[in-house]
């Protein structure tokens, strides 16, 4: 199923609409689609390097939006979808959302808006916890925003050559990135009770 998915988002990015379909899919992966918008925004990125800063801030402004849906389902809706999910594989994940929240606030969105992690889990989960929404917002563009620069400011520098070496590395760069904000959190309340 998400070969066929993953297929389709690379035909997307070679068509004339394009730029909508990426914004399409950039706003869906925040909320209920499982395709993250990196599979289109890097072949457009690489077919058009000059408007790489651009396409990432489609990509951005578009995910943030779509997670403001997830997070209007969590906090309005999440009991009609609660045994949806679950039934589903995301159900342990949201578990992991939920205590994320608990222990760190802020800083789970965050990171959930970098990193590989199921971002629409997260948006739903913060509705759900009644997250406070501006800070919601704004760990959400900085997440999602130093993720999709990040990516697309790469490709154009790096071409095709380094996203290859990229693709193949990207979900131990994620959770290298994971890894290492967690333990700069775990030191910072350590330090500071």
Do not use: C
């Not at 993953?6 to 689609?33: G, M, N, P, V």
């Not at 609660?82 to 039934?87: C, D, I, K, M, S």
């Amino acid at each position: 199923m998400f070969k066929k998915l993953y297929d389709q988002a690379i035909r997307w990015s070679r068509h004339r609409h394009a730029t909508k379909y990426l914004a399409t899919l950039s706003f869906a992966e925040s909320s209920f689609f499982p395709v993250p918008p990196d599979v289109m925004l890097a072949p457009m990125v690489l077919a058009q390097q000059s408007r790489a800063l651009r396409l990432a801030s489609i990509t951005t402004i578009a995910s943030v939006l779509g997670g403001m849906l997830g997070y209007a389902i969590g906090f309005f809706a999440f009991d009609l979808i609660q045994p949806w999910l679950e039934g589903t594989h995301y159900w342990p994940k949201y578990q992991l959302a939920e205590q994320w929240f608990k222990d760190w606030g802020f800083w789970a969105i965050f990171v959930a808006g970098f990193s590989p992690i199921p971002y629409k889990v997260f948006t739903i989960a913060a509705g759900a916890l009644s997250m406070m929404f501006v800070p919601f917002v704004l760990a959400s563009f900085v997440g999602r925003g130093m993720r999709f620069f990040l990516v697309a400011g790469l490709l154009a520098w790096g071409g095709e050559r380094f996203e290859a070496k990229l693709r193949q590395y990207m979900d131990v760069i994620g959770w290298a990135v994971v890894v290492l904000i967690i333990i700069g959190v775990a030191v910072y309340k350590f330090i500071n009770p």
